[in-house]
């Protein structure tokens, strides 16, 4: 899952993002009202965890021009316990949670999850091909009953190419959707997670992974 969190507490951001990491979401965090607006129209999130008292735009704004733009992104407000007429608003406008501060990392991931299959009733919590079966929400890799050992990194890469079979992802694309868009890495370090992978998943598996010479990476069912 890519998770927006919009947080103006640095030492609040750094715990959540930190945390959320840690159980396997990708964080991208902004500290501004109007940076958070703008990635949130730009950007695509399974959720965004919203902060309501913020410098340049208040998080009850952007929520509300989020919903006035037809945008239905899963948005989780973080309030504070004295904020109650703020999280009524923030509700009435759009708000598909809430969380009071301070709060559970592990609470919070699980409040995520639980949007994330609210708001798409459709969205497949395994995902299958041949002999591989991928639990999106136990994060278990199996390869017939033999469970595999793959990375945080390594299972959002899978994660990211099985969810769309046949379609080729630029490395562009993969880079945005498994690191985050402020993540500065080489982008052979794509190629070298991938040729990892692949020893992992056994040969069948391995070939459903394509290398599209150029331009990145296309998931083929067996
Ligand atoms: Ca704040």
Known sequence: MKVLVVEDEKRIASFIKKGLE???FVVDCSAEG????????TQQYDAIVLDIMLPGRDGLSILQQLRKQANAVPVLLLTARSELGERIEGLNLGADDYMTKPFYVEELAARLHALARRVSGER???LQAGELTVNLITREVKLGETPLRLTVREFNLLEYLMRSPGRVLTRTQILEHVWGYDFDIET??????????RK???QEAAACIETVRGVGYRFVRP
Do not use: F, P
């Open 22 to 24: 840690e159980l396997g």
């Open 124 to 126: 497949l919590s395994i």
């Open 188 to 197: 052979n370090l794509i190629d070298v997670h991938i040729q990892r992978m």
């Open 34 to 41: 109007n940076e958070a607006y703008a990635l949130a129209t």
């Open 200 to 202: 992992k998943l056994g």
